[in-house]
């Protein structure tokens, strides 16, 4: 399995280095980003750039341990309460999506259920189970990499954060390192489909 996680490593960084991956933060109708007056970058898109990282570490991490590469963190401005992949396989549990670890630990962490004032970031967009848990979770802001059109719940197939019939909603930032997630997404599954 480290052969393969280093093959995959070593395609997603060659890939950076020509360019063809990092792309520039585009806003869209849930991220009204802006630059100051002076042109410097928004102190938040540095520190949703970094965080996002941060993500993309964890989802190295899954793939490495043949869980899909979906990654996840949890912070409080630039404080990160908690860290977390999948971990299906590992564990045989269903609900072990890196979302609902990072929240659970996040909770841990701060000492109380209700993560409002933080931020989730994940490297693929949440299911409906884990756009369900960051609802239950109170959480302030979601920001994910890549779309996920077979089970995305925050704005492909559904819009759970926004859905105003809720008791909570919160806004989302999409496509933060998209190109980054998705390759490490589609090189994991072709190494699979290849066995």
Known sequence: MAHSADALLATLHRTAIIGAVH?????D???ERKESLLGEPDPEVTRDLRLMRCALDEAVRAAEQGEVPVGAVVARGEEILATAHNE?????????????????RAATSAGTWRLTGCTLYATLEPCPMCAGALHAARISR???????PKAGAAGTLYDFPTD???????PYTRGILQ?????????FFKQRRGR
């Open 179 to 187: 190109s980054e997630a998705a390759v490490l997404l589609q090189i």
């Open 142 to 148: 979601l920001v994910y990499a890549t779309p996920d």
């Open 23 to 27: 792309e520039r933060l585009k806003p």
């Open 29 to 31: 109708s849930h991220d």
């Open 88 to 104: 299906r396989e590992t564990t045989k549990d269903p609900t072990a999506h890196a979302e609902l670890l990072a929240l659970r």
């Open 164 to 170: 105003s019939r809720l008791n909570h909603t919160y």
